[in-house]
């Protein structure tokens, strides 16, 4: 079944707000972004953009230009139209990517970031060598994901997490990410477990809208979509606080 329909599109939104899919909202953004030195000049490969909020804040707070690229299909067209409603089709266009096809080329990007983007990677070491090939001599790369502990498996809380979110998702260890940064000959100068923040922002968001909602205000259709998010993000949060899944934050350099 289709996940990302237009009700749970418009659903997720109103918990997240506009042109968001989870707590990484314009605020997280803006903090994951300051230590990259954004500029105008540079060529700039977002990966995991979700309808484009991300990309389309690069281009109005740097001036800078973004190509958006995301999985899912319906997401891709989602953002895009965005995208033109915003009038940054040119500037910060949101595209569909498929890992497979290897669509970056190389030494093509000065700063890639790399947004939930891992776990639903059907081969997490060719998207990463991918990514390290695309990246000029002094590029840098920022990733934002989930990821899970050595001994994951084993926890019934990461499995009800992974059965309730879009897609298959099977997320790397944080040993193993790390591990192959340093393979690629990548410097890594941050690597923060942002997991508490994360975990803390998901009931607080929700509540947020529960206060915000008017009783006649949610439409009938958006009712189902919107109890399965809250579903989805419970699940998050159980497993984020057992400690088995954790939310890393990753600047690395060439």
Request: glycine letters at 8%.
């Amino acid at each position: 079944a289709i996940y990302w329909t237009p009700e749970a599109i418009e659903a997720t939104q109103l918990v997240w707000g506009p042109d968001h899919l989870g707590p990484t909202d314009d605020a997280y953004v803006r903090h994951v972004l300051k230590p990259l030195g954004i500029r105008p000049s540079l060529s700039i490969v977002e990966i995991g953009s979700g309808l484009g909020g991300g990309a389309r804040a690069i281009a109005a707070d740097y001036d800078a230009w973004v190509t958006g690229l995301e999985p899912d299909p319906v997401l891709a067209a989602a953002g895009m139209d965005l995208s033109i409603k915003a009038g940054v089709a040119r500037k910060a266009p949101i595209k569909h990517f498929e890992p497979a096809g290897k669509p970056l080329r190389s030494a093509q990007y000065d700063r890639i970031i790399v947004r939930n983007a891992l776990g639903s990677a059907a081969g997490h070491a060719d998207l990463l060598q991918m990514i390290r090939d695309s990246m000029k001599g002094r590029a840098q790369l920022l990733v934002t994901d989930f990821v899970v502990t050595d001994h994951a498996a084993d926890d019934p809380r990461v499995t009800a997490w992974r059965e309730a979110e879009p897609g298959d998702t099977r997320p790397m260890t944080a040993t193993a990410l790390l591990r192959t940064l340093k393979e690629l000959d990548l410097r890594v100068h941050v690597a923060a477990d942002e997991s508490a923040e994360i975990a803390r922002s998901i009931p607080g968001r929700w509540e947020r809208m529960r206060i915000g909602l008017k009783p006649t205000s949610l439409r009938p259709a958006l009712v189902g979509p919107v109890l399965r998010e809250g579903r989805r993000w419970q699940h998050c949060v159980d497993a984020l606080e057992s400690g088995s899944l954790r939310y890393y934050r990753i600047v690395a350099s060439a």
